[in-house]
């Protein structure tokens, strides 16, 4: 089992910055990359982010590519999701997500709420 918490959710303006935690605990071991999605009010959870947990490989939505920026501390177990630019379109819940090696997202965070607002 992994475990996954998300953490840095919260309040901002347009144009402001938000950096999300994404602690993983347990059978880290097992963990291929983690990844990042979000889920608007009355939309489908949509795929933002991932990162490989072994090479640092990221690959972008391009509804987040050139604001957003996903990385690791493999030491410390976390991944991170630096948001900047945010728009009023990116209010929604943030979750992590372990994939493993069988190539699903088999562990999920419970999700962290960001708010985009003037």
């Known amino acids: 089992q992994v475990q996954l918490v998300e953490s840095g959710g919260g309040l901002v303006q347009p144009g402001g910055s938000l950096r999300l935690s994404c602690a993983a605990s347990?059978?880290?071991?097992?963990?291929?990359?983690l990844a990042w999605f979000r889920q608007a009010p009355g939309k489908e959870r949509e795929f933002a982010a991932t990162?490989?947990?072994?090479?640092?490989?990221?690959f972008y939505a391009d509804s987040v590519k050139g604001r957003f920026t996903i990385s690791r501390d493999n030491d410390k177990n976390t991944a991170y999701l630096q948001m900047n630019s945010l728009n009023l379109e990116d209010t929604a819940v943030y979750y992590c997500?372990?994939?493993?090696?069988?190539?699903?997202?088999?562990?999920w965070g419970q999700g962290t709420q960001v708010t985009v607002s003037s």
């Open positions: 997500a372990a994939l493993g090696i069988k190539g699903t997202y088999d562990y």
């Open positions: 347990g059978r880290t071991f097992s963990i291929y990359a």
């Open positions: 990162i490989n947990w072994s090479t640092g490989y990221t």
